[in-house]
Structures are given as C-alpha cells and as structure tokens.
C-alpha cells in the first residue's frame, strides 16, 4: 500500500498511518474490526476540509473494513424545521456524500455501540469520537486510541492501525483509584462526577469504585466517560467488578494515587451559569438511548414546551423507538437524529441558554456554541422547557 501499489487514495492513508507509528514508536501495524470517523460536521470542517475528503475520494480511496460517521451539522430529515439554512445544509449533505463515495456508512451517531456495531472484548477498533472511543475501551473492553478524524479514515482505507497506546496490554492499566463515596441519583450527577475526575486525571485511567451505588448501567457509563472526555482526555477507565478487563483481571498499577470523592457539587459548579432564562434544552449528548427517550417521554406527558427542545439519538434508535418519539413530540419538544447540540450551526439560531443534563455538552456550548449553560438532573431541564425557566 505505502508503495502505491493499491493506489493513491490507499497509498495516502498508509503514509498518514506510517507517520503516526513513527512518532508513538509503533512497532507494527493491528487489524482493525472497525473505524468511526469524527470530521463530519461542515461547521468544524469548513471548505478546506470539504476539499481534502473530496479529493482523497477522487483518488480512488475506499474502505476496507465497517466504518461509521461522527454526528454531522444537520438532522438530515428534518434540518429546515430546525431552522437550519439551506445553505449550509446542502454544504453538510455534499460532505457526507463525500464520505459515503469512499464506502463509509453515514450512520452520524456518537453511539454506534448502541446499535450499528457492538466491538467484542479485545476487538482493535480505530475510532475517533471520544466519547465512543472511551465506552469501547471502557464499557466493552476493545482497544481504540482517541484518533483524529483524518487517522480514522486512513485506518478505515488501510484496514489497520499503529499498535501504540491502548493497544498494548501494559498502557490499559490504571494509576489513579477513584473512591466514590456518595451515592449517585441521576445521569447528571455521573457527569458532574466526570468532570471533576476529567480536570484530575487528564488523560490518564481512573480506576472507580463506587462505595454507594450498588447499580451501574450502560447509560451512566457512556454519560461518565463522555464528560471525562471532555474536561479531560480519558479515553479509558474501568470500574471495580463491572468493566470487562477489571472483572477479569487487576487493572490497577501498585503505588496509584487515591482520590476520594464525598459530593459532586464542584462539578455542578463548575459547568453552570447563573443565567435563569432558558431558550434552548438539549438533551441527549452522546445521543440518547432508548431507555433515556422513553424515561423523557414519561416526564414530558401532556406538557408543552416552551423553549426549543432538542433530544439527539442516533437515527436507528429514533426509527426504532417511534412510537416514544411520537409521545416526546406531541409536547412540542424535536426528537432530532444525525446531529447534535454542539456540532449543529446552532449559532445561526440565535439561542442564548441551553440546559441540558449532559456534562459533555455543558462543558463544550460556551466554547463550541457560544451559549451559557444550566446543568442539572433530567427532571430540571425538563421543566426548564416547560417553563422557559431555570428554577
Ligand atoms: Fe455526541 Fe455531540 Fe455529545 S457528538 S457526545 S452528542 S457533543
């Protein structure tokens, strides 16, 4: 491939790949089960970026190996409801034709694992989106480093990745344990958690035990590992007697550091604003599952919002679950698929404040989107829909 043997558009990706193995001291190339590639809303990626997929694609680059595309700018359904321009939406739907060309499915979802593609324990993965890449890690126990956009897609042409970092045995274990000593009620207090282990740890692997929650699910997983991501750059953790390699093995290095958490207060803190009207409630980040949609649809329930009202999932699990979403939307509130709160032009809408029970989103709006932000349980952003207010 490096020599150009399969052509240009493979012999790019190999270049990219060799490169990346060169700087990390990789010592040889892994196979990879599948590739989920970040760079797929026009708003981040801009005519440049749209210029370099395409050509790329001209060059005759196509995947070898399942690979799955980031949320894009739009819902690719409903983007003229949602107030999007045309013009930005054609822009969106040139760039993942761009993608599809080279054979890349346009799933637009942060959660493929919910339902395109559920990696095995040990699967080598090339993903890009750091909330997925940490719930394979974590969640699953695959082996992904947090890629870039333009080394996903490589690894997809290529069908193989560096082995550096999290592919490697002796990088997955954890030198930080993580005492949880207060009990955790909603998906938001595990993203107020997130946070403050995220801006702890940076991107190292903290190991959790949870003293007071005798249950852990998949929805507060994926919503902890999320916000680590972003107010860190954790792409793996593991939690004592639940996560696939800590039930397995010791995955805590002797001699770790110990940190004790009593409240989660500091990161409700820290992600909120002091703002008390609310035009905008997103929820959903990474996209909401179907537990998630139907626990909203429960809340909302003969009430009307007041605020535009977003709740993002992936199109698979809005498809799937239509008759909740039928519920969610007679309140007036958008079940919206494709896209999300952060990478959609939400600029060009002219909202001032989102709620939103995400500490992802929360963490990324004023720096991403230019919103203030209100943080808080499911419950609260719910009303603050219904009223146009945060209580
Ligand atoms: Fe997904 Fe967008 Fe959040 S990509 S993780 S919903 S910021």
């Not at 035990?209 to 507060?220: G, L």
């Amino acid at each position: 491939m490096l020599d150009g043997k399969d052509g240009a558009g493979a012999q790019k990706a190999m270049e990219i790949l060799v490169a990346l193995g060169d700087i990390y001291g990789a010592e040889k190339m892994v196979p990879i089960k599948s590739a989920q590639v970040s760079g797929v809303s026009y708003k981040n990626m801009g005519e440049a970026g749209l210029a370099f997929l395409k050509d790329w694609a001209e060059s005759g680059a196509r995947v070898r190996v399942p690979a799955m595309l980031n949320p894009a700018g739009i819902d690719i359904e409903t983007w003229s409801l949602l107030g999007i321009s045309k013009g930005f939406a054609e822009k969106q739907i040139e760039l993942i034709e761009a993608y599809k060309s080279m054979g890349i499915a346009s799933t637009c979802t942060c959660t493929p694992y919910l339902t395109e593609n559920v990696p095995d324990f040990g699967d080598h993965l090339a993903w890009s989106e750091s909330s997925a890449v940490s719930y394979a890690n974590s969640a699953l126990g695959a082996r992904t480093n947090r890629e870039g956009g333009p080394s996903a897609l490589a690894a997809a042409i290529a069908g193989v990745t560096p082995s550096y970092g999290l592919h490697l045995d002796e990088n997955r274990k954890a030198r930080s344990v993580v005492d949880v000593d207060c009990e955790l009620l909603d998906l938001a207090d595990y993203g107020a958690l997130g946070y403050i282990i995220g801006k702890k740890v940076g991107n190292g692997i903290p190991y959790f035990h949870f003293r007071k929650n005798k249950k852990i699910d998949a929805d507060a997983i994926k919503t902890l590992g999320a916000t680590m991501a972003a107010a860190g750059s954790v792409a793996l953790f593991h939690v004592h007697d639940y996560t696939p390699e800590a039930v397995r093995r010791n995955m805590l290095e002797k001699g770790s550091e110990r940190i004790t958490v009593k409240d989660v207060s500091e990161g409700y803190e820290a992600m909120n604003s002091k703002a008390v009207d609310i035009d905008f409630v997103a929820i959903g980040c990474p996209h909401a599952s179907l537990q998630e949609l139907e626990e909203i649809a429960t809340m909302l329930k003969r009430k009307k919002v007041k605020a535009e009202t977003w709740i993002t999932t992936a199109r698979k699990i809005k498809k799937a679950a239509a008759r909740t979403v039928k519920e969610i939307e007679k309140s007036g509130a958008h079940v919206v698929a494709d896209t999300c709160m952060i990478v959609a032009p939400i600029e060009e809408l002219g909202f001032k404040t989102m709620a939103t029970n995400a500490g992802k989103a929360a963490c990324y709006a004023p720096s991403h989107c230019g919103l203030s932000v209100r943080f808080g349980p499911l419950e609260k952003c719910i009303e603050a829909a219904v009223t146009g207010k945060w209580n």
